[in-house]
């Protein structure tokens, strides 16, 4: 059943929005220009308004004449109507109940909402006016007085439309009747009953169905928008002196050009403090002629560089006529330019002798120097030290038309000289004379600070002469000691040639730089370049020096390279002078062997820091402003220029020889390659592969848990038959070991400071670069410098030096646990490939910071003791947080790892104190009492395994952080990194 379909009542639609009034066309201007005398003008203006038409007539002084302007737009449409609501739809009535006699009624239907009236369109913009600007010819001048920007006949705007109203709702339909229900009851007796039952029939009639709601009424139309008006239009008129009158749609229009500049003397540049010679034409560019009753000028504007006294008369130029080529004198000013040559403005303009208005304004960049200049400079070396020298060299080049020098016509003296000076720069003080020694091209000495002067008597046009001088120092320098070199030129001034003016300086810093010498007992290279500073060297020897340990100096300038390897003339290499030792680099922009500027890094050869960090157990600290280096191409496989592959059948093969021998793929580019085959049913997918590599990167790792191996693949998918697929290749290489600091980079904002050098973050980073036999050693030199009366409260600060150290040595000691561990079961790795290296060395050292070795008592009681103990406490908290239960279970890598230190430590314990009760009753007080003053610091909590292993790792943030993410596994084959190889996308 349904209900009714709707009522009669309809609703009312909403009413249409009204059209915008349309915008007024602009009434038509006359103007007229007129010369009353030659100081006096007219203006008339005629222009139509409401009401008949209006004159307005002005007379003015030619010098006192205002810029006029005219609105001549036409009116702007009006804005459309809204349009109203509709309104909203009437409800139907509801339905008659049911009742036993009848059935109910269906509800009435909702009548539709009413529709949105439209909305108005816009009025169409008035259309702009027709200006009409007359002149006799005689005074066509007089159009400059209107300012073309200033006259206004656009069109006018077209009105916006009107907004639609909305549509109303429909009514809602009415209720049905409600339903009837009743029952007719009657008593019944079985056959055979002597009762009777009541029996009752129920009956319904249903409800009536609710009416049908109306439809909402829709929203109305949208109107047009009004269109633009159309722009009016500039009449020129000018009455011709036989009465005619032409018009035309712009008035006349002066162009400058300038055809050539030549100097006075025929040198052929223009030169500072000297006369040249302008020749400039004109085109007119308008549709009427230039004036002829009027003189029309060009003259140039003075400004910093050129001057002029001479007017350029403009000759009568008709439509699109150029004019004869004119000239006038041009004096360029005296600017101090010492460079070959600069852009100078020079600027003209144009204005008639009765309207100073100007016009036609033009400006040109004219090239202004010198006819000589100095190039090719050259130094062989700006970095150098005693017994060395630089070869300066450069070439006078003479660029002009003539010749240069006292022997030539006409004569213009010319020289050059070579002359040191201190540098602003330095703080350290030097003597010149004393210092330096500055020799000519043939050995002769001279006084560096007076210097070499040398007359060109004759240097032909567009001809160079070569020079040549020797700088050397006469005593070694400290280094950081800089002087400058100032190369100048002199050349007799334009207009009186025998007097000589400079005209080009070129300076250029030396620096005085550390030979490198070998010294075996330096445990630490400093990498310079020419931009390092004599403060921040010193900064440097002084964080070593408070270290206990000494460095060495390498300037990549001074000895021309950064290669490792390269054997001296003593026949010892970098590699080998630092064998198990520290390198520090300042990783600034300075200039590389190709002469272009880059990061100090781009001096390395390809792997060379990889291989020397991983083969001579070199430790680099990277120290730099911003630009990391990215260590990709030195441990990817794909990145190597010349790998040598080692073939291997499969993955057995090469995990046997690599058990056997862990010194595979130990040469610098040594690459193992792995054909990978499945045997799989139909097509196999690459995501095979990936789980492939990450079966061998697990398998080589438990093999060898202290080196890293970085895995590539290169998925080529083939079927061969038989249910067997080739994959394609897995290729590995060796990379740094993962237990050993090997590099660590450190980002300062202003790394040449000294306050940027001397402070917790650097020592604390220098610290974490030393080996761990290192690292030992700058503990034993920091106790033995204690005062007695600050060893009690050493830890109550992690920014002290030996707080610092013991920070990095417990860092050290947990990266090593890390790695080790990251293979949960032994997986076929030996016990002794499990063992620590680290507490190894700390077994074999000898403190000399023992109060007494000969005594256990006194060494556990000596602030050497104390240390160890506290190194022996977080090595039992990184056991605990490292080993849960699950770990130590048998067979289980953590349980053999941490049985492996517990057994170190006690070995420790009876080498550095001695088998002693008094040990193991301090200690257990230690751990009772938690004394652990260290501990305490750095806020170690028990129920937070993750925060407390952070804390070891960075050192309790002191070390950088970016060094770990360097060492962390790099699994290229499951990331999407650019340098993986994928043949199959």
Wanted: proline share 3%.
């Amino acid at each position: 059943m349904h209900g009714s379909q709707g009522n009669n009542i309809e609703a009312e639609n909403g009413t249409d929005g009204e059209n915008g009034t349309e915008g007024g066309n602009a009434s038509s201007i006359s103007i007229e220009l007129k010369s009353i005398s030659q100081n006096k003008i007219s203006i008339i203006g005629n222009a139509q308004k409401q009401g008949g038409r209006i004159e307005v007539k002005r007379e003015f002084d030619v010098g006192r004449v205002p810029e006029f302007e005219i609105n001549a737009r036409g009116g702007h449409g009006g804005k459309g109507g809204n349009g109203g609501k509709g309104g909203a739809g009437h409800s139907g009535k509801s339905g008659t109940d049911a009742t036993q006699e009848k059935y109910a009624t269906f509800g009435e239907g909702g009548s539709d909402g009413g529709n949105g009236g439209a909305g108005g369109s816009g009025g169409n913009g008035g259309s702009g006016s027709v200006v009409t600007i007359s002149v006799d010819e005689k005074d066509v001048d007089l159009l400059l007085l209107l300012n073309r920007e200033k006259i206004n006949i656009e069109g006018g705007n077209g009105g916006g439309v009107g907004t639609p109203g909305k549509g109303s709702y429909g009514g809602l339909g009415g209720k049905g009747g409600a339903k009837f229900r009743w029952a007719d009851s009657h008593w019944n007796r079985p056959l055979l009953s002597k009762k009777s039952h009541l029996t009752q029939t129920w009956h319904e009639h249903p409800a009536g169905s609710c009416g049908v709601s109306g439809k909402d009424g829709s929203e109305g139309n949208v109107g047009m928008e009004g269109k633009k008006g159309e722009d009016g239009r500039i009449i020129f008129r000018v009455k011709e002196e036989n009465g005619e009158c032409r018009d035309y749609s712009s008035p006349f229009q002066l162009n400058v050009e300038v055809e050539k500049i030549e100097d006075d003397n025929g040198y052929g540049i223009i030169e500072p403090d000297s006369f040249a010679k302008l020749w400039i034409s004109h085109t007119n560019n308008g549709e009427m002629s230039s004036p002829k009753h009027q003189k029309v000028n060009t003259m140039v504007k003075e400004n910093e560089w050129f001057s002029s006294s001479d007017v350029v008369q403009v000759e009568t130029l008709s439509c699109g006529q150029k004019g004869s080529s004119s000239s006038f004198s041009l004096f360029v000013k005296d600017k101090s330019i010492r460079s070959p040559d600069v852009e100078a403005s020079l600027e003209l303009f144009t204005k008639t002798e009765r309207i100073h208005h100007k016009f036609g304004e033009f400006e040109k960049k004219i090239p202004v120097g010198h006819p000589a200049k100095i190039s090719s400079l050259n130094f062989s070396n700006t970095t150098f030290s005693y017994g060395e020298e630089s070869i300066i060299s450069f070439d006078v080049e003479n660029l002009s038309q003539l010749g240069l020098g006292s022997n030539q016509n006409p004569s213009r003296i010319l020289s050059v000289s070579i002359q040191l000076k201190s540098s602003g720069d330095t703080k350290i003080p030097l003597e010149i004379d004393r210092d330096f020694a500055l020799e000519d091209e043939s050995g002769k000495e001279f006084v560096p600070s007076s210097g070499i002067s040398v007359e060109i008597p004759s240097l032909s046009s567009k001809s160079t002469q070569s020079f040549k001088a020797k700088l050397k120092f006469k005593r070694q320098l400290p280094y950081g000691s800089q002087a400058e070199v100032h190369i100048s030129l002199f050349l007799g001034h334009p207009q009186r040639m025998n007097e000589s003016r400079l005209i080009q300086v070129e300076k250029t810093n030396i620096n005085a730089s550390d030979t490198y010498a070998y010294n075996q007992d330096d445990n630490i290279l400093l990498v310079t370049n020419e931009n390092s500073q004599f403060e921040e060297i010193e900064s440097w020897k002084e964080l070593i020096s408070s270290l206990g340990m000494k460095m060495s100096t390498w300037n990549i300038p001074n000895n021309g390279h950064f290669d490792f390897n390269r054997k001296r003339s003593d026949g010892r290499s970098l590699a080998e002078d630092f064998r198990g030792k520290t390198v520090v680099i300042l990783n600034n922009g300075c200039k590389i062997s190709d002469g272009s500027i880059a990061r100090t890094t781009s001096w390395w050869k390809e792997r060379e820091l990889v291989s020397n960090a991983r083969d001579n157990q070199i430790s680099f600290l990277i120290f730099g402003e911003e630009t990391r280096y990215e260590l990709s191409s030195e441990i990817v496989p794909q990145f190597h220029s010349d790998p040598q592959y080692i073939q291997f059948k499969d993955e057995d093969e090469f995990l046997k020889r690599l058990e056997k021998d862990s010194s595979l793929l130990s040469n610098g580019r040594s690459v193992a390659k792995i054909p990978i085959q499945v045997r799989a049913l139909g097509e196999v997918w690459k995501g095979t592969m990936v789980e492939k590599c990450s079966e061998i990167r697990d398998k080589v790792k438990a093999l060898h848990p202290h080196h890293r191996y970085v895995l590539a693949y290169n998925f080529l998918y083939a079927d061969e038959g038989f249910l067997k697929s080739s994959l394609g290749d897995v290729i590995i290489v060796r990379s740094l070991d993962d237990t050993v600091s090997g590099i660590v980079q450190l980002n300062k904002e202003d790394m040449h400071s000294k306050s940027s050098i001397l402070n917790n973050i650097t020592r604390a980073n220098l610290v974490k670069s030393l080996n761990f036999h290192q690292k030992l050693e700058v503990l034993d030199f920091q106790i033995k410098k204690l005062d007695g009366s600050v060893v009690d409260s050493y830890l109550l600060n992690l920014d002290a030096p030996v707080s610092s150290t013991l920070l990095a040595i417990l860092s050290d000691l947990y990266d090593e646990q890390y790695h080790l561990r990251s293979s949960t079961w032994n997986e076929g790795a030996e016990r002794e490939s499990l063992q620590s290296r680290h507490l190894e060395v700390l077994k074999k050292f000898s403190f000399s910071s023992f109060k007494d070795p000969r005594e256990s008592k006194n060494r556990l009681e000596s602030f050497a003791g104390d240390l160890l103990i506290e190194i022996g406490y977080h090595l039992r908290v990184m056991n605990d947080k490292f080993t849960p239960f699950s770990e130590s279970l048998p067979g289980k890598r953590g349980g053999t790892i941490t049985k492996n230190i517990e057994n170190d430590w006690e070995e420790i314990v009876e080498i550095q104190f001695g088998k002693s009760s008094e040990f193991f009753t301090f200690i257990k007080k230690r751990f009772s009492t938690k004394e652990s003053l260290l501990k305490d610091l750095l806020h170690l909590k028990a129920d937070d395994v993750q925060q407390t292993l952070q804390i070891y790792r960075e050192g309790a943030g002191l070390i950088s952080t970016t060094r770990n993410s360097l060492l962390e596994p790099c699994n290229l084959f499951d990331t999407d990194l650019s340098f993986r190889s994928d043949n199959s996308q």
